[in-house]
């Protein structure tokens, strides 16, 4: 019975996915392939939960080989716990600060082997009431012609928002905004991402030049840790803001509310998991912003995970949903796909891994 079902094993199994091209960010980050780890938690009566960390050590300072090593950190702890006691199973993954994918994972892990434990999925335990979400595409930084290329290979793949990586050379950023305008009108709605790379003399004009070239949001223009000047970039009201690095956690959002830096929240699944992130757009939309579920470079596990937290009633913007469409392959048994800019979440119901995929790609 699911009341006495506990956990009897914890593991962390890398592996790494072939991208098509690498994803620029920021100054000078790059990805050239998705190495993640497949976290999986397995209970006494044979149900397994898993879930994907997707380790970033230029944002979180996690790599692979750290995921695994917290995961064996917290096993001792986690194991015999029941998985219907999610008060003890969050102070155990709490007990450790940092570690964010490593958390987040083992996280949505744990909820996933709580419903499979009481004969269920997580999608008739998390699946909210907006079944169909928007969505939008990680565009990174490239050169110009090769940025409005992979617009046009992902927009014939059913995207109709772009989230434009800028911040190396703003007077490039705004040409690849115009060459993108000019290609796809209105059909496809655009927004930037500053990954924290302007300074506060040089933000006021930059943002007035991103709503000039008529994009809908910018994505954490300053560093996070300027928190006077983001406060002051903000009053202005020249554009709305997205929080993202300033937010990895529920306290940081309380501190980001009580000093008004934005407008729209990005919680990330791969970061927050389901706990955290549930309460985080519950926070956000109480407070009147707005919500959407980023993803961190996600393989199609994640983005399951990612578009069933998207589909809460607090998600208000496009979801970051469709990088499945930067992979060469994936471990899903079927491909994720979207039309006129929408993903259907219910019918990603029966995506399942493929063991022989993951034995595939599997790196230890």
Request: with cysteine.
């Amino acid at each position: 019975m699911m009341g006495t079902a506990k956990i009897v094993r914890i593991e962390g199994i890398p592996y790494r996915l072939p991208l098509t091209s690498a994803l620029a960010w920021g100054v000078h980050s790059a990805l050239t392939a998705a190495e993640h780890v497949l976290v999986r938690v397995t209970l006494d009566d044979g149900a397994v939960g898993i879930a994907e960390a997707p380790p970033r050590p230029t944002i979180y300072g996690e790599t692979a080989a750290s995921v695994v090593a917290i995961l064996t950190h917290l096993a001792p702890a986690l194991i015999g716990l029941p998985i219907t006691d999610a008060e003890a199973l969050n102070r155990v993954r709490n007990s450790v600060a940092n570690n964010h994918t490593a958390r987040g994972a083992l996280d949505m892990a744990l909820w996933d082997a709580r419903a499979r434990a009481g004969g269920q999925t997580l999608f008739d335990t998390l699946l909210g009431p907006n079944t169909r979400v928007r969505v939008s595409f990680i565009l990174g930084i490239d050169t110009p012609a090769g940025m409005l290329a992979e617009a046009e290979r992902v927009v014939a793949a059913g995207v109709r928002c772009l989230k434009v990586k800028v911040g190396r050379n703003h007077a490039r950023d705004l040409g690849v905004i115009r060459d993108l305008r000019a290609t796809f009108g209105e059909a496809v709605q655009l927004y930037a991402d500053s990954n924290e790379t302007l300074t506060p003399a040089e933000a006021p004009a930059a943002l007035d030049a991103m709503r000039e070239a008529g994009l809908m949001y910018v994505e954490e223009p300053l560093p996070a840790r300027d928190l006077k000047a983001r406060v002051a970039l903000h009053a202005r009201q020249l554009l709305p803001i997205v929080a993202d690095d300033s937010c990895f956690l529920p306290t940081d959002l309380a501190r980001e509310l009580d000093f008004d830096t934005f407008d729209i929240l990005n919680v990330k699944t791969a970061r927050n998991g389901f706990t955290d992130g549930l309460a985080m757009l519950q926070t956000a939309a109480a407070a009147g912003k707005g919500g959407m579920v980023g993803s961190q470079a996600s393989t199609g596990l994640g983005t399951v995970h990612a578009a069933l937290l998207s589909t809460q009633a607090e998600v208000t913007e496009p979801c970051e949903l469709s990088f499945v469409l930067k992979l060469q392959d994936d471990l899903l048994d079927e491909p994720i796909t979207f039309k006129d800019g929408w993903l259907d979440v219910a019918s990603l119901r029966h995506h399942t891994l493929e063991l022989q995929k993951l034995r595939h790609y599997q790196l230890m």
